[in-house]
């Protein structure tokens, strides 16, 4: 008999010619289980992808991919426009500007201070997308999702090898070089709040859900025979899959058919009785 509970695996990679610390890309999970850990109560994830032309992109991706993920593993609410995700995104700004200040206090401290041209930039706050899910157990051995999109990064919801559920973007055309995103200086949070796109559904066991950022979701939206695609992708389960997960990324752009950016990737696979 298998044990209820899901499997979760998180992989990132950067884009051909950069550095894995230079990955503007940041996926974080509340509460954090090993790969191999099978987790049986409610589990929160936020993803966001950077924009790179956008100063300290990557460091505001992991601040509100961290608060995201904090936020809804703390409050069901936050998966409804208005109030609850108003409030997670006026906290999640708020932390903003402390953050840089101390980023460019140790700029300083190191003798390298910020250059004029970065300081013309931070005028301009850091930008990213974001992706928040949260499952939760329900009666019976399913798992309820819930998730909140602001932008092109996707969650897609896989029954037999067949997609049930594209979500924000529904087609490959959907994807383009001006995705909505949410800023490190927005303080406007109605407006966030009236952007966000909201989805919930119900996975059975067997189902799995995929969180990927643009460039992957858009090479797996673009597959006519997703069952394969989705076992070639399955091959990569934990963090010892890194590296051999960067090479098949790097051959898949080879082939032209992947976009040369960052990917980051969340896998959850339920698990029933």
Known sequence: MTSSG???????????????????????????????????APLAVGMCDGATESVLARDWAHLLARS??????????????????ESFARNTVSLWEPWLEKYIAARAAQGNPLKWYEQTKLTAGASATLLMLRMDPVPGGSWRWRCAALGDSCLFH???????KSFPVE???????TPKLFNSLNRDSA??????????????????????TDALAHWF?????????LAELSEFSGPHDGPRFSDWLQGLRVEGALHNDDVAVVRIDVEGQ
């Open 68 to 85: 995201a993920a904090q936020h809804a593993w703390e409050d069901e609410q936050v998966f409804h426009s208005g109030p609850s995700f």
């Open 221 to 229: 939206l673009s597959a006519t025979d997703h069952a394969r695609v």
């Open 191 to 212: 407006l966030l709040s009236a952007r966000t796109l909201f989805a919930e559904g119900i996975c059975a066991s067997g189902d799995r859900l995929l969180l990927m």
């Open 6 to 40: 899901l499997y979760l695996t998180r992989l990132l990679a950067p884009k051909n010619g950069s550095a894995e610390a230079e990955c503007e890309d940041a996926a974080h999970v509340v509460p954090a289980p090993r790969f191999d850990e099978l987790v049986d």
């Open 171 to 177: 087609e490959t055309d959907e994807f383009g070089v």
């Open 158 to 164: 896989i029954r037999d090898g067949k997609i049930l």
